[in-house]
């Protein structure tokens, strides 16, 4: 089992950047895919990254791909997720997530999430 702990949202203007980072327990985080994703007021979760668990291979949603970037530190059990050129519609809150096998559909772990601001 796994426990996930996001940090780093916040209020950014329009073209700004943010560093989410989720942090997790256990000694076991090099097990997991790791993802983030994120939740709209009025809308359904969205996948937004995942990264292997050698970091070796990421994978982006369409709306972000350029944008953002995912990276994990498996010394330090933590995942991070770079957001550059933030527009209002990045507006969400964010959500870390873990899996054994495929973190983009019905990951088994998730964090309380984060909430990130893009005013325009």
């Known amino acids: 089992q796994v426990q996930l702990v996001e940090s780093g949202g916040g209020l950014v203007q329009a073209g700004g950047s943010l560093r989410l980072s989720c942090a997790a327990s256990g000694r076991t985080f090099g097990r997991y895919v790791m993802g983030w994703f994120r939740q709209a007021p009025g809308k359904e979760r969205e996948f937004v990254a995942a990264?292997?668990?050698?970091?070796?291979?990421?994978n982006y949603g369409d709306s972000v791909k350029g944008r953002f970037t995912i990276s994990r530190n498996n010394a330090k059990n933590s995942v991070y997720l770079q957001m550059n050129s933030l527009k209002p519609e990045d507006t969400a809150v964010y959500y870390c997530?873990?899996?054994?096998?495929?973190?983009?559909?019905?990951?088994?772990?998730w964090g309380q999430g984060t909430q990130v601001t893009v005013s325009s």
């Open positions: 990264i292997s668990r050698s970091g070796f291979n990421t």
């Open positions: 997530a873990a899996d054994e096998t495929n973190v983009v559909s019905s990951p088994d772990y």
